[in-house]
T-cell receptor, first 114, second 114 residues
Framework: GNSVTQMEGPVTLSEEAFLTINCTYT??????LFWYVQYPGEGLQLLLK?????DKGSNKGFEATYRKETTSFHLEKGSVQVSDSAVYFC?????????????FGKGTKLSVKP | DTEVTQTPKHLVMGMTNKKSLKCEQH?????MYWYKQKAKKPPELMFVYSYEKLSINESVPSRFSPECPNSSLLNLHLHALQPEDSALYLC?????????????FGPGTRLLVL
C-alpha cells in the first residue's frame, strides 16, 4: 500500500541554521508528492509539490526534490527564520488510491529560536 | 484566489446538541473534503464529495452527517457527539478530486464536545 514516513520531531534550530526534514515514501508507480505546513492554530497550507521523478518543488526558500531511486522527498531550507516555526507534513497522492486521497506522514514540528 | 473559508472558527457543544460546520470555496473546484485532526496528528479523511455527490465515506459514525448543497458549499451536521470527537475539523477542496491534485485547506473549526 501507500505510506509516508517522516523523521520524528520536534526539531529545534537556531535562526539562520540549515534545515532538513526527511521524508520517504512507499508507493507503486509514480505518486505526486507534497509538503504542507501548519502554523499554530491554523489549517494546512501547501508549501510545495512535485509530480514526477527529479522534479524540484520550491517556495519561500524551501526546496524538495522527488527522488524515485531513493523514494524520498526531503525538505530543505538554507536559512530558517523564527516565522518558519510550524508543523510540516509530507504527503503523497497516488493513482489507484481512494479518490483524491492524500496520504500524510505523521508531521514534524519545527521550532526556530532567535 | 485560493481561499477556503470555514465557520465557525471555534465551537463548544454538549453531547445532546445539534450544530453544523460550514465550508465555502469560490475557486470553481468540484471536489470537497472533510478531515478530522486530533492534536499532534495528521489529518484523517472523513468524507469526499465529487460533483456534489458523496463519493467517499471513511466509515465515519452516523452522528456526523455531511451535505453538499451546491458546488461551492459543504456542511457537516453534528448530532449527539462524544467528547472524543473534540478535534480540529478541516475542509479542503481540489479541482476535480483526481490523484495528484493540490488540495486547498481552510483554517478549520476547533470543536470541543463537553
Amino acid at each position: 500500500g501507500n505510506s509516508v514516513t517522516q523523521m520524528e520531531g520536534p526539531v529545534t534550530l537556531s535562526e539562520e541554521a540549515f534545515l532538513t526534514i526527511n521524508c520517504t515514501y512507499t508507493a507503486t508507480g509514480y505518486p505526486s508528492l507534497f509538503w504542507y505546513v501548519q502554523y499554530p492554530g491554523e489549517g494546512l497550507q501547501l508549501l510545495l509539490k512535485a509530480t514526477k521523478a527529479d522534479d524540484k518543488g520550491s517556495n519561500k526558500g524551501f526546496e524538495a526534490t522527488y527522488r524515485k531511486e531513493t523514494t524520498s522527498f526531503h525538505l530543505e531550507k538554507g536559512s530558517v527564520q523564527v516565522s518558519d516555526s510550524a508543523v510540516y507534513f509530507c504527503a503523497l497522492s497516488n493513482y489507484g488510491g481512494s479518490q483524491g486521497n492524500l496520504i500524510f506522514g505523521k508531521g514534524t514540528k519545527l521550532s526556530v529560536k532567535p | 484566489d485560493t481561499e477556503v473559508t470555514q465557520t465557525p472558527k471555534h465551537l463548544v457543544m454538549g453531547m445532546t446538541n445539534k450544530k453544523s460546520l460550514k465550508c465555502e470555496q469560490h475557486m470553481g473546484h468540484r471536489a470537497m473534503y472533510w478531515y478530522k485532526q486530533k492534536a499532534k496528528k495528521p489529518p484523517e479523511l472523513m468524507f469526499v464529495y465529487s460533483y456534489e455527490k458523496l463519493s467517499i465515506n471513511e466509515s465515519v459514525p452516523s452522528r456526523f452527517s455531511p451535505e453538499c448543497p451546491n458546488s461551492s458549499l459543504l456542511n457537516l451536521h453534528l448530532h449527539a457527539l462524544q467528547p472524543e470527537d473534540s478535534a480540529l475539523y478541516l475542509c479542503a477542496s481540489s479541482q476535480r478530486g483526481l490523484f495528484g491534485e493540490t488540495q486547498y485547506f481552510g483554517p478549520g473549526t476547533r470543536l470541543l464536545v463537553l
